[in-house]
């Protein structure tokens, strides 16, 4: 059984620093590209982050320079290390994959779309005080 599994929100202040890890068993993340989404109480779902490779990366412009996404193999992880975080990040984060061979290559700085990803994790929710 295919499973992934978030880790790492809490509640922390402005300014603060949190690291979320998803988690997968069942499969390995190698050919999968992984992204990171989040929702808002009453707004929509967004993208944050994607990785398709270590030179294929993706961040909104709200996360840039404040957020990276990493995936460690060996631990069949991805990171997203979230810095100087703002109240407006608070949300429920979930990371999600979506199997690249299948679905083709994504294109450099992009993010693969909320309804092509083949799993996706329960989330984990971040709260930010101001």
């Known amino acids: 059984q295919v499973q992934l599994v978030e880790s790492g929100g809490g509640l922390v202040q402005a300014g603060g620093s949190l690291r979320l890890s998803c988690a997968a068993s069942?499969?390995?993340?190698?050919?999968?590209?992984v992204g990171w989404f989040r929702q808002a109480p009453g707004k929509e779902r967004e993208g944050v982050s994607y990785?398709?490779?270590?030179?294929?990366?993706y961040y909104a412009e709200s996360v840039k320079g404040r957020f990276t996404i990493s995936r460690d193999f060996a631990k069949n992880t991805v990171t997203l290390q979230m810095n100087s975080l703002k109240p407006e990040d608070t949300g429920a984060y979930y990371c999600a994959a979506v199997f690249l061979p299948r679905r083709g290559s994504t294109e450099k700085g992009k993010m693969v779309p909320a309804n092509e990803y083949d799993y996706w994790g329960q989330g984990t929710q971040v709260s930010v005080s101001s």
């Open positions: 990785i398709a490779s270590s030179t294929n990366t």
């Open positions: 069942g499969l390995t993340l190698d050919p999968y590209g």
